[in-house]
């Protein structure tokens, strides 16, 4: 099975993906193209030195609008949608990126519009997001911050992180994998942040396994070990 993987920054969740490819965690599937909205992601220099390495490509909002004079955020979004399905994948993994697609991206992935003129339709690609918070609670940007800051008002108990599946509502999509994650008194942000990360890059994993319906060796022994209890 193939993965496309969408990154804005430093790309730890994607390392989790890299590090997984072909193991029992996520068996069969291999990431075919990295893609950032942005030139600096450190993400783009963990795909390019993968063994194999992983190939890349970027386009930044700003200046693919000054250098397409009359064409808009929309226009961006099929551009990516574009540059990403051509790859044909079976998955297209949001991790880490920061940029809120309108629905001209949802369109072309789930098949709902050709991606050129008179083309036949397209069998849908599954996108899924992480996202750092439990569903509903903090949607979009700064999560992280605003879960904290919430924690420090007495307002919450914890917080988690989630994989879901991505739909034309920022973070509202069906949830495929949560976990929760404690936050504890007096800790500083940094704490937090560092336990949560290590969460994420655990159900990164965890959620596309899920949503490639990879049936895992160890999920089957699950099983079979059920039935031998019996
Ligand atoms: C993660 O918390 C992710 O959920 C958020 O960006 C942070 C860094 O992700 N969107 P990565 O290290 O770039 O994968």
Known sequence: RTVV?????SGSNLQALIDAQNTPALPNAKITLVFSNRKAAYGL???????????TAYLALQPY???NPGKTRADYDVEVARIVLRENPDLIVLAGWMHIFGEGFLELADG???LNEGEEPRKPVPVINLHPALPGAFDGASAI???FDAFQ???????GAMVHRVVKDVDRGEPLIV???PI???EAIEAFEERLHKVEHEIIVLGAAKALDLERPHQACTHLSFMIDL
């Open 65 to 67: 609008l000054k250098a």
């Open 153 to 159: 008002k007495g307002e919450i108990a914890h917080s």
């Open 112 to 114: 709902i519009k050709p």
């Open 45 to 55: 220099t963990r795909a390019a030195q993968a063994n194999p390495s992983i190939p």
């Open 184 to 186: 504890i008194k007096e």
């Open 179 to 181: 976990r929760e994650v």
């Open 145 to 147: 911050e605003r879960a």
């Open 5 to 9: 993987v969408l990154i804005s920054g």
